[in-house]
């Protein structure tokens, strides 16, 4: 694999985004393989452990391209570059490329690796991951992230929030950036095993913990968090591809 | 009932907005009575139809302002004023009042009554409504509320989407205000009877009509719609309150 190649997981849509700030709109999603975080909970070991690496792909600017625009059928739309960790691969050529046609970019990354192209991006959602990652925030690495970005794409912070614990993280992570908006976000119990597509997924379990959620926002009266499901989940459960 | 006097439906909150471009944020509801349309479909009986009226208590903006700030612990919020058609309603002073003390405020209209005071809000949310309703929509009438809006808060269209001649009527609606963010909303197939409150919701049915809608703007290639469902009735079924 040559250092300007990306690493692909997978590329599917247009569907519609199901998550935080874009969340409704149709979207193209680049989801790329790899991460420097092995959170406890990840909902997509199939683009994070290398277990699964035979699946990935190693993909130009060019071949990745191709795909995209394959699936919009030429029709400028929303381009999620999600994950893994897409801010360890390069993607500066491609946002650049499809920035000259009118497509937009939207990135999904933990704040962990910062890169140059972050200030190209339509929009840069920063998800630092809770005590029940099992993971601890470096926020120096955050920080940087957002100098990165140098003030041009809209930024959003998303946290995943599966208890108590994750919930003061949240309200911690808010207050050390009280510019940006936040997204709060019930974890998903029922994270789908890689190689089942199909595994039920428990509704009334998560419309409780978003119960619970907007019960806890509204009582400390965190009245700039916005409290959103994955939309994806709901509609569609665990499948993959949608 | 003097003229400076609200007609309040309900006041209600603070909870997440359930619906549209300030989804999952959590706002105090005031729902006004009374309103000039009769949606077939309508899910807001009791603030609608004069059935109801008796239920229906006229207030100051004192008043209002009162049971306002002691909902949200005096607590800058965002208000949103509903109804039936808050339009016709006299919100001016109190959307004064409210900015003072840094709440904001949105209006949701179906956009047949134009106001001085919409240049005022923070947001103005435009709900034409389809064949569907049985009612025609006056377009001079709406492009008057756009006129009254002078460019300040920012605007939104949102449409209520249960067949295909609704989703028919949201395209051309959207052609004629391409500047305008569009968000499309399945129709609710099983609103509540006004009298019980605990009606219980088709959860799948909700879903499947997502899928549709979903499908049909993937298949047109619509990317700038946003499709959203009715978050509230996801989490809370059909009771009021909240």
Same mark, same amino acid.
């Given at each position: 694999m040559r250092s300007a190649e990306i690493r692909?997981?997978?590329?599917?849509?247009p569907t519609i985004q199901g998550e935080g700030a874009l969340i409704g709109l149709p979207t193209v999603f680049v989801r790329t393989g790899? #991460?420097?975080?092995? #959170?406890?909970? #990840?909902?997509? @070991? &199939?683009?994070?452990?290398?277990?699964?690496?035979?699946? =990935? *792909?190693?993909?130009?600017?060019? +071949?990745? =391209?191709? +795909?995209?625009?394959? @699936?919009?059928?030429?029709?400028?739309?929303?381009?999620? @570059?999600?994950?893994?960790?897409p801010a360890i691969q390069p993607f500066g050529a491609l946002i650049a490329r499809g &920035?000259?046609?009118?497509? *937009?970019?939207?990135l999904?990354?933990?704040g962990s690796v910062a890169r140059d192209w972050f200030a190209e991006l339509d929009m840069l959602v920063l998800?630092?991951?809770?005590?029940?990652?099992g993971l601890e925030t470096d926020w120096e690495a955050f920080d940087a992230c957002l100098l990165m970005a140098r003030g041009k794409p809209q930024i959003a912070m998303k946290i995943v929030v599966f208890?108590?614990?994750?919930?003061?993280?949240?309200?911690?992570?808010?207050? *050390? &950036?009280?510019?940006?908006?936040v997204y709060l976000q019930p974890g998903n119990h029922t994270p789908p095993p890689?190689?089942? &597509?199909?595994?039920?997924?428990?509704? +009334?379990?998560?419309? +409780?913990?978003?119960?619970w959620l907007v019960d806890k926002v509204i009582a400390d009266r965190w009245f700039e968090a916005r409290v959103l499901p994955q939309l994806h989940v709901l509609i569609w459960g665990n499948r993959r591809g949608v």
């Amino acid at each position: 694999m040559r250092s300007a190649e990306i690493r692909v997981s997978e590329i599917f849509g247009p569907t519609i985004q199901g998550e935080g700030a874009l969340i409704g709109l149709p979207t193209v999603f680049v989801r790329t393989g790899g #991460c420097d975080y092995r #959170c406890s909970w #990840c909902d997509s @070991l &199939h683009a994070v452990d290398s277990a699964y690496r035979d699946e =990935w *792909r190693a993909m130009t600017t060019d +071949e990745v =391209w191709s +795909e995209v625009t394959q @699936l919009s059928g030429g029709q400028p739309v929303m381009v999620s @570059l999600s994950g893994g960790n897409p801010a360890i691969q390069p993607f500066g050529a491609l946002i650049a490329r499809g &920035h000259a046609e009118g497509y *937009r970019f939207a990135l999904e990354t933990q704040g962990s690796v910062a890169r140059d192209w972050f200030a190209e991006l339509d929009m840069l959602v920063l998800s630092p991951k809770p005590p029940s990652s099992g993971l601890e925030t470096d926020w120096e690495a955050f920080d940087a992230c957002l100098l990165m970005a140098r003030g041009k794409p809209q930024i959003a912070m998303k946290i995943v929030v599966f208890d108590e614990a994750d919930y003061a993280y949240a309200r911690t992570a808010a207050a *050390r &950036h009280p510019q940006l908006p936040v997204y709060l976000q019930p974890g998903n119990h029922t994270p789908p095993p890689p190689d089942d &597509h199909d595994a039920p997924i428990d509704i +009334e379990g998560v419309m +409780e913990r978003m119960r619970w959620l907007v019960d806890k926002v509204i009582a400390d009266r965190w009245f700039e968090a916005r409290v959103l499901p994955q939309l994806h989940v709901l509609i569609w459960g665990n499948r993959r591809g949608v």
